[in-house]
């Protein structure tokens, strides 16, 4: 099993950052080093894929929407993988969710993930 525990979420005024963080525990992190991605949902919303990342770090993928703001990186050592987002505009508030997935390459479908951690509010205001 695998447990994921996301934070960093908060308020911040369009225009600002905040920097995500999401904590692996169980099976290590860096034994069994797979892909991770970030996936968001806005009330009244589906759930939609932000950012993803290769096992190694080595290639990563980003939605249109965040590409040029967002940026994924991981650290194996420490079985953390971030999403550091800059300019952020209200259309990027949401619960922000981290997600692992049983394969190495990174994947852009929700159900490619199979494990979830709880999520993370970001609420960005004008």
């Known amino acids: 099993q695998v447990q994921l525990v996301e934070s960093g979420g908060g308020l911040v005024q369009a225009g600002g950052s905040l920097r995500l963080s999401c904590a692996a525990s169980?099976?290590?992190?860096?034994?069994?080093?797979?892909?991770m991605g970030w996936f968001r949902q806005a009330p009244g919303k589906e759930r939609e894929f932000v950012a993803a990342?290769?096992?190694?770090?080595?290639?990563?993928d980003y939605a249109d929407a965040v590409k040029g703001r967002f940026t994924i990186s991981r650290d194996n050592a420490k079985n953390t993988v971030y999403l550091q987002m800059n300019s952020l505009e209200p259309e990027d508030t949401a619960v922000y969710f981290c997600?692992?997935?049983?394969?190495?390459?990174?994947?852009?479908?929700?159900?490619?993930?199979?494990?979830w951690g709880q999520g993370t509010q970001v609420t960005v205001s004008s």
């Open positions: 169980g099976r290590t992190f860096s034994s069994y080093a797979m892909a």
């Open positions: 997600a692992r997935r049983p394969d190495t390459q990174l994947a852009v479908r929700s159900t490619d993930y199979t494990y």
């Open positions: 990342i290769n096992w190694s770090g080595s290639y990563t």
